[in-house]
Every structure is written in structure tokens, then in C-alpha cells.
């Protein structure tokens, strides 16, 4: 109960914010806001780390150590090895954990989840190097990413918990009056954990992606397990060996909390998904696997992979909106499940302040935008990070032979810190309207199609069919219109994907601000959660009630 | 909005009601509570309604008149009968009443759904003769449960609706610091409906459980097809009726709300379920047809067959116990989702104030408190009611052959109003433990099996096992020992059953209160929904937020 009263001011701001849904968090996501020689001793740190054995975790009855990891910014394997377990144990050492945590109350819960995110918080610049060598984001992006913004949707995930967990009195005096004499009961109710929960991480954010349902889970009672995907397993290890250190120092089983790792070449996930002890997946990662999770027949949460459209309508400043566009195509070379992919824009060009500019000259504009971004040595690296995987490289590469127009090459540049980093500038490729077969596919990476269309309307219908198909995660619209921008937005949200008009500054389409923006609407194709609803944490336990006379 | 203020203190009371679970309900059960002239003009009105076509519904395109409902009080069928559809023109409908209707602000459906329950009051009368002929449900339970209790369930599901539908701000003003500049954006989000909704009725409890998901689909802005049990539509298509008078009054169009109905030999429920543009599904009925609706790629509610015991350990007043249970295992013949199946007994008898009472002692008191309540033509009719349908009938007769000890037989008794009602009373059967196979299936109906255990642990076991397994709605539990009451309440809430002890009087585990209890869990094999958690609206809209610079 001490730590729910330290953590109680904190945890009353957050389930606030969650109804204001105002700008808030506890975690600032600037570094300078940290300890200064916090960064040095992050890479002292995984030097250390690095080509040894990962022995800092609570788990035992280890069959062995494994871990394939590669570095996007070094090209190399970081060697470092996790205990790896039978499912048969993960699974026993799961039901320990959740007897003793379904046991707790929720002020207990809460008060410790909150303080596991203080704790993680002292290990952010750890966390950021391990997600640069894990994931290739730059180091910014790896710092706030894995960081505070991910520590930002773990308490919103305990504090939507929290919300609904008290939702209902644990007790109350029930009469009625039948005229002659009261009947009276005696009611209680309590929330019941679902059982174990186990969380898929996905290579491209294996902590943001990861902690929402981990801490959803918990706060509801439910013992985790976490499968990371076995390239990007450091940061979320890092995140449970301070949550075990912290559930020991409490009196509670470290198995309320496992890492459960594998390889490419000997998945354990289907097993353990299929495992009927295993009452709930949270999973992120590529539309197949993830259509196979929903089907289970469990408590499923996806974020699968959606396409993410642009309509270009008109605007005031275009050379302000090609400039946000560029950024949002290359940040993190569009590894982003909100980065944009298809570029919609009426043959008849796009009306600005000072008139009409041609097609072309919008498509050169963009393309532009996007060489002057990666091409200036101060932003370029530190934007485009590297590219995770060898496959979508390759990706890339074979883009341009996919029927369209090239309009802009992908390239490497140099990376002065990381001079072996696999890096990849966006392609741009122009496409007609009638090649859907190309646009309507996510093609993960900085892969830019700009469709040529019939007009505003044309632009709309193509993204909503996409949207209805395939799925969405965001939608970037600029209009001056105010009709036009109601068509958009009606038509859009229609297809359960949020609009972000016109954008541009420091405002990206990418960002989803947590207890604000909620990530995924979880109504189209998608992903079937949203973080963080009501639904995202009330899934997760079920009320049941008792009578007394 | 004239509406939403004539009931905005409804609305109110129900959400605070909702909050603090005490008794609250605006609809009197009690008939005399209503008009003197009232139960007089029902008679009329069924007496004219009966073998006429129901022509007061607003729905155009019919293809033929239908109907086959048997009044279980007369033994003859009633001759009414419906328009009919092909499904192509219900879902044609459906999509221009899903239009409409999702342009209604939150505010004017609530406003026009609780006078849709103030209009349904008026016809309480109607409903329950309808009530009485089609399920055999006496005359008071006809009234109570598709009358008053049908419309606290109703108000409930509008009430949580509006509770979830305002969690989220229309719009705010987002603002980020960024040190030397704010990001501002101006933020809207809207619950945005998934689509047309079927709700499946079912033909013991047509309008009770049809009503809450039909109105937790209204109140989120989804139009509805309600199909009932072609035995038992009578009583919803009045509750139709209304409505749709009410809609074209406010100037919408009727097919926000329609009513779909076919026969036993020509079902149209798995094709309307399976039409793409159906997006949800609320279904009350057996668990075969329950299991197929769960596994539709849609948002599905349902309420399936449970299986429901009795733990008898220690009492007090071992023949007010008896005499509770008497009432619960033959009120309306047994055919409540809620009534009590199997009574769990130790060999070594019940403990009571007056000392143990043996096993033999007790399955004996059992027999005769039933004898004694059925005999009593004061009591026995109006308790019993009819038996729905002739399979049932026939499965009492059967159920003497099962393999168990007759401990007392089922027979019909004189309804003096309805000399040729279908009648029987309950079957009571003594089983060994080892006869899972028997009192492991639900046996709708009057049949109540007395299961000897070894005592109340393995009663305990054996009841946890089954509603793990089988699913139950409901559980009584008699024990005057502490820890044993723990030790009951935590396994069968582990199990997502709810628990009632010690109930004598008027207090019985078949009825579950609006606004304080939940009708079912969600959690166990009888069903995946709850009237009416937070998730029974969730589940039927999708937050979706724009974000502007």
C-alpha cells in the first residue's frame, strides 16, 4: 500500500487525463531532462552487454541460452543470449504467477506497476541503446519510442485499468421494497483476472508496442508472458528484469512476469498462443499471423499491418506541407505502422494561396522535399535511422520493378557514427489509379507511391476502399475546404480511420499522443484493439458478483 | 431534443444506479400499479389479434404473411400472422435505417429510446397475454419479465450506453511545449457505429432477453434486424410496433428497427447473420447454434445453455431452504436460464440448527416441499406456468429412463382457467456422482437432479468442473460455515459463476436485478456477454479521432 500512496497523485493525473484527454505525461522525452552522464553509462552499458550472456533475469529451469539479434547499425550480431525455456515451463511457472497476482488487490497493483515504470525510467538510455542495435531507430527516436512514450502508454493502460477496475463498489447493501417488507442482499462484486495473457513483441518496436497490453494485463490481474520477436529482444528485456527485481522486493513471484524467447528457425509462439492455459494474446506484427491470433479461441489483440493514405487537396503553404510529408515518409525510414505509404493527388494538381501548381510539379516537390531532408548530413541520419531487416531492403530495391514510374531512387547515405549501418532513403514511385495492385499493399519500409487520380473525390474513394480492405492506422488530409474536409472526415471515420488535417511543423502524422490519441481504432482490418480503450483492458478480466440474504 | 429533456432524469437516475448497483427501477412491477381498465383491454385486444394478420408494423415489400406460434396455455396455434421478407430486402432496409440513424446525435436517441419504453408501457397488458401465449410463462411472470423488468434492462443498456458514448470529449484543444513554441491541435473524436445489428430472439424469454442488445445497439447509433423465435413473436413484434411508430413520429424512417421472421422449416437466421453488412449479432438460445454465432468474423453477444447447482452444506431453517429451492426449481416449469439443475448433496446429510439431517431426510424434504408447492392449486399454476414446447414435455417424460433413482415423478396438475394447458411439474432424480454423463448436460426443463456426494468439497469439485466445462449462469450455495462460504465463492468465481447464499423467502437465484446484477458473466461456457457491462455497448461503436492544425 506504499507504493499506492506514492504513486497515487500520478496515477489520479493520468486516469484525468484519460478524460480531458489534454496534452500530459510524468515522463519528460527529452534527455537533457535526464541525469548527464546518464548516456555514458547507457553505452559503457551495452558494451558490456554485448557477446555475453543476459543472466540478469528471474527465470529458472533454463534448457539453454539463444539470441540472434543483429545490429541495423553495425551489421553484426550483438551475441547476446537469453535463457530459453520449454513451453511446458513457461507455462507452469505462468499459473505460480498468476495464482500470487491475481491475489493482490488493485491499489497493490497499481501502486506497483507505476513504480516498475520509475524504475524503468532510470534504465531509459539503456533501453535507447538497445533499441537503436535491435530495432535501427536512431537514437532519438529509440530514446523516446522505447522510453518515455512508451512508459506514457503503460500508465495510460494502468490507469484505463484502474478506472474500470473501480467502476463497480465492492459491496453494497441491496433493498427492495415489496410493501409489506423489505427484501434485503447483501451484494458484493469483484473483477477476476481472465488468466495468463502472453504478449507478442514485434522487431520494429519492441517496447512501445509491447507494454500497453503487458500493463493492461497486469493492472487486471493476469500473470504475462512475453515473446519478443526473436530479433529485437534487449529492450523488452531490460523492462522484466526490473519489473521481476521489483515483484521479488514486494513478496511476489517473479513469475508474475517471464521472457520467453526463441528464433526464426524454432518459433515457440503457436504453441503457446494454442496453449489452453494461455487466455489472452496481445500481438503486433504482420497481418497473417495476426488474422491465425484472432482466430484463437480466446481474448485477442491485434495491431496487424494497415496502408496509410495522403489526400492532397489543397493547402496554404505547400512547400510546408511537402516538407511535414517528407519528414513523415522518412522518419525512421517508414518502418512505422503510421507512416505513410500512398500519396493520393488529383491529375488537375493542387490549389495553393498563390494558385493552382501542376501534378508535376507537386510530384517533383515531393520528391525534392525528401532529398533535401535526407541529404542534409544534419538530419538525414538521425532521421532515417537503418533498416531493420534484410528483407525490406530487398524490399526496396525491388520496388522500382513493380510496374510503376520512378521518381526518386533510394540510396544509401553516410551515417558518420555508423559507418556499416544498412540505410535506405525513400523510393518515390508514381502510379496510376488503376495499378491498385501495387498501392493496395502495405509495403513496409521507405516505399513512396504517388497515385495520380481524378480528383478529390477519386483520391477519397481509393483511400476508403483501401481503408475498408486492408486497413489504416492514420490518414493525412490537406484541404481548405471546409466541405471537402467534411466529405473527408465523415467518409474516412466511416471506414474506422482518424483524419489528421493539415499538418505540418513539428504536428506528423506518425505521432499518436498517448491518453489523447488513441493508436489503432480497432474497427478496421488493421487491428483489432486500441490502445487505450475501455475495451482494451475490460476484455481482460470479467465482473462477477455475489449475493447474501 | 424535447425528448432527451423530457427524460434526462431518467437517464440520470439510471447511470447513478448503474454506479451504485442499489435497487432502482422506473417501471412498477407490480399490475396494479397501472391503469384498472388495463388488464381488461389486453384481454380484448388478444382475443382480436388472434388468428388476424399483424398488420401494424411499417414495413413495405413483403412477399407473403407467416406465423406458427401454439399457445402453450390452449394447446391450439394462435393464428397470427406476419409479413414476411426476403432477406435481400431486410439488410436493403436495414442500410437506409442505419443511415438515418447514425446521423442522431447521442443525445436524441437516448432522448427517443426512453420514450420508446414509456410508449412499450402502455402495452405492458399486451405484451404479457402475447407473453403467456407463446411461452407458457403464467400470467404474473408474463407481465413482470416482458414488461417492467424487460424495460429496466432496456433502460440499463441505454444508460451504460450513455455513460461510454460521453467518456470521450466531442473537442478539445491539444497543446504540446516543446520549449521555444506550442504544437497546438484542435482534437474531435466521435463513437462512430459499426452497422446493422441482428438480434436473435429465443422462444422462452422473447422480449427479455431480446431488448437489452437490441438497445444497447440503438443507443450506439446501429440499426436493428430482430429476428425472433418463430414460436414466440408476438410479444416483441408489439414492442416493434411501438417503436417504429415512435421513429416516423420524429421523423425517421421505421427501418432503423424491423422485425424478421420466418419458421421452424425455413430459417433465415444463418444467412441474415452471415450477410457482410450485418455487423453484429445478440443471440439467446441453445449452445450448438450459440457456438456457430461466436465463430461469424463479427461482434457477437450471446447467451447461451448453462448449467446450474446448488450446494447444500449447512443451514439454519432447513425447510425454508427447502421450500426456496422448491419454488426456484419449478418456477415457470424450470425453463429459466437461471433455474437450478442439480443439487449437490454430502452422503453424510445437512447440518442445521437442529442437528444433521440425513441425506435420505433431505432428498425427502426436497420431494415434498415441490409436492407441496404444485399441489396447492392457490400456488401451484401460477408458479408452474405451460411447458413451451412439446420437446421439452417429451424430455421430462423421458428423463426417468436416464439411468437415476425416481425420487418423485412429474405429472400435470388442473389449470382452471386453462383446462387443456401442457403441464408438468417437476421430475426430481437422485443420481451417484459417477453419472456425470446425466447432470452434466443441461435438461431443459423441470427436471432437477439430487447429486449424492461425499461431501461439500467434492459437491464443490463437481460443480466448478461442470461450470468450467459447461458453463452456469447462476449458483446456490447453503452454508452457515465462513471459510467454506470463501472457499465456495472463490472457486465458483474463479470460475466466472456467480454465487447466491443462503436465499430463503423471496429472495431466489433465478432472478437477477437490473442496474445491480449482471445477467450472466461472460466468462464461462454460457455465454460471451453480460447485461450489461461496460463491454455489452463497447463492442457496438468505435472511437475515432480527428486531430487539425
Chains 1, 2 share one sequence.
Not at 503486433?284 to 495491431?303: A, D, M, R, V
Not at 481509393?462 to 480492405?469: I, N, P
Request: with cysteine.
Amino acid at each position: 500500500m506504499k507504493l499506492y500512496q506514492k504513486h497515487e497523485a500520478t496515477l489520479q493525473e493520468a486516469m484525468q487525463a484519460l478524460s480531458t484527454r489534454t496534452y500530459y505525461t510524468p515522463y519528460p522525452e527529452n534527455p537533457k531532462a535526464y541525469a548527464e552522464d546518464a548516456d555514458a553509462a547507457a553505452k559503457s552499458w551495452i558494451s558490456a552487454v554485448m557477446n555475453n550472456n543476459y543472466g540478469a533475469l528471474d527465470q529458472t529451469e533454463t534448457n539453454g541460452w539463444l539470441g540472434e539479434e543483429v545490429s541495423p547499425f553495425l551489421q553484426v550480431g550483438i551475441g547476446v543470449k537469453y535463457p530459453s525455456f520449454s513451453n511446458e515451463t513457461i507455462i507452469k511457472h505462468a499459473i505460480i504467477g498468476q495464482h500470487a497476482w491475481a491475489n493482490t488487490s488493485i491499489q497493490q497493483r497499481a501502486g506497483l506497476l507505476i513504480e516498475a515504470l520509475d524504475r524503468i525510467k532510470t534504465r531509459f538510455f539503456d533501453i535507447a541503446y538497445a533499441t537503436m542495435h535491435t530495432t535501427g531507430q536512431a537514437y532519438m527516436m529509440s530514446f523516446q519510442a522505447s522510453g518515455p512514450h512508451a512508459n506514457d502508454r503503460a500508465l495510460e493502460a494502468i490507469a484505463m485499468g484502474y478506472k474500470e477496475l473501480s467502476s463497480i463498489p465492492e459491496q453494497v447493501e441491496w433493498v427492495k421494497n415489496f410493501g409489506k417488507f423489505d427484501l434485503k442482499m447483501n451484494k458484493t462484486w469483484k473483477p477476476v483476472p481472465k488468466g495468463i495473457s502472453l504478449v507478442i513483441g514485434c522487431s520494429t518496436f519492441p517496447v512501445w508496442n509491447t507494454v500497453p497490453g503487458l500493463f493492461a494485463s497486469l493492472i487486471t490481474g493476469n500473470a504475462c508472458i512475453v515473446k519478443p520477436h526473436p530479433k529485437a529482444i534487449l529492450p523488452i528485456a531490460i523492462v522484466i528484469e526490473e519489473m521481476q527485481k521489483l515483484f521479488i522486493e514486494n513478496g511476489l513471484p517473479a513469475q508474475v512476469l517471464q521472457l520467453a524467447v526463441d528464433t526464426l528457425e524454432k518459433p515457440i509462439t503457436k504453441e503457446l498462443a494454442e496453449n489452453p492455459m494461455v487466455k489472452m494474446v496481445d500481438f503486433t506484427g504482420g497481418s497473417q499471423f495476426g488474422n491465425y491470433i484472432e482466430q484463437l479461441p480466446k481474448t485477442t489483440f491485434t495491431e496487424k499491418a494497415g496502408v496509410n493514405s495522403i489526400l492532397l487537396d489543397s493547402v496554404n503553404d505547400l512547400k510546408a506541407v511537402l516538407g511535414n510529408i517528407a519528414f513523415s515518409a522518412s522518419l525512421y525510414s517508414g518502418q512505422m505502422c503510421t507512416a505513410p505509404q500512398n500519396i493520393f493527388i488529383s491529375k488537375h494538381g493542387v490549389q495553393t494561396a498563390e494558385g493552382i501548381v501542376t501534378y508535376d510539379d507537386v510530384v517533383a516537390g515531393i520528391a525534392a522535399a525528401i532529398s533535401g531532408l535526407v541529404d542534409n548530413p544534419k538530419a538525414g541520419p538521425g532521421t532515417l535511422g537503418a533498416i531493420q531487416t534484410e528483407l525490406t531492403y530487398q524490399r526496396i530495391a525491388d520496388a522500382k520493378n513493380w510496374g510503376g514510374k520512378l521518381i526518386l531512387e533510394s540510396k544509401s547515405i553516410v551515417n558518420e557514427e555508423f559507418k556499416d549501418a544498412r540505410i535506405a532513403t525513400p523510393v518515390v514511385i508514381e502510379l496510376e489509379k488503376t495499378q491498385g495492385k501495387v498501392f493496395n499493399e502495405e509495403c513496409f519500409g521507405p516505399i513512396v507511391f504517388i497515385i495520380k487520380t481524378d480528383g478529390i473525390a477519386d483520391s477519397l474513394a481509393l483511400a476508403e476502399a483501401l481503408a475498408l480492405q486492408k486497413g489504416a492506422l492514420t490518414c493525412g488530409a490537406y484541404t481548405t475546404d471546409a466541405s471537402t474536409k467534411q466529405q473527408i472526415a465523415s467518409t474516412m471515420n466511416n471506414a474506422f480511420v482518424p483524419v489528421s488535417f493539415n499538418f505540418t511543423g513539428a504536428g506528423f502524422i506518425n505521432s499518436h499522443a498517448a491518453f489523447s490519441d488513441f493508436h489503432l481504432t480497432g474497427g478496421n482490418p488493421a487491428g483489432n484493439a486500441s490502445f487505450a480503450n475501455a475495451e482494451f483492458v475490460n476484455k481482460r478480466f470479467v465482473w462477477v458478483g455475489n449475493r447474501e440474504m
